[in-house]
């Protein structure tokens, strides 16, 4: 018998996992996290570099990336993809890193190469780590409960 056309078409493991009504409070707390993983990032380049923890220059500093993450996180829909780490987890790090340095210089700062190098190697342990820390955290959850 064919299925009736209001038979919404079955979703796969991935899809059903990531949007039931439990992965949503995941994926926010998920997303929060990056945020504040990417302001840490900041907030430990202006320690290092002794430029101060003000916040007015935290957020100058964390800015440029956190609009940079915030579009790429978009794009890639974070109620289908806030854990993985192949391709949107790579996609949202590297336009994070690409277009916060892109924006970094547009409002004035600098983006010296061992910069560039340091916020590309930090960014990839934060935010790919993160993703792989939760997939990990999610899977035994899952396991523990079966």
Aim: glycine share 8%; charged share 10%; aromatic share 8%.
């Amino acid at each position: 018998m064919p299925a009736s056309s209001t038979t919404p078409p079955p979703a796969d493991a991935r899809t059903a996992r990531n949007t039931s009504p439990g992965a949503s409070r995941w994926m926010w707390m998920s997303l929060t996290l990056d945020a504040v993983l990417i302001v840490l990032f900041a907030a430990q380049g202006r320690t290092t570099h002794e430029s101060g923890t003000d916040l007015g220059g935290l957020l100058f500093t964390a800015l440029p990336f956190l609009l940079a993450w915030a579009i790429a996180t978009a794009v890639t829909r974070p109620h289908r993809t806030w854990t993985q780490i192949w391709p949107a987890g790579v996609v949202v790090w590297l336009v994070t890193v690409a277009g916060g340095l892109a924006l970094r210089v547009a409002f004035g700062g600098t983006a010296a190469l061992a910069f560039q190098g340091v916020t590309a190697g930090a960014l990839a342990v934060l935010l790919l780590g993160r993703r792989a820390v939760t997939a990990l955290f999610l899977r035994w959850r899952r396991r523990t409960r079966s």
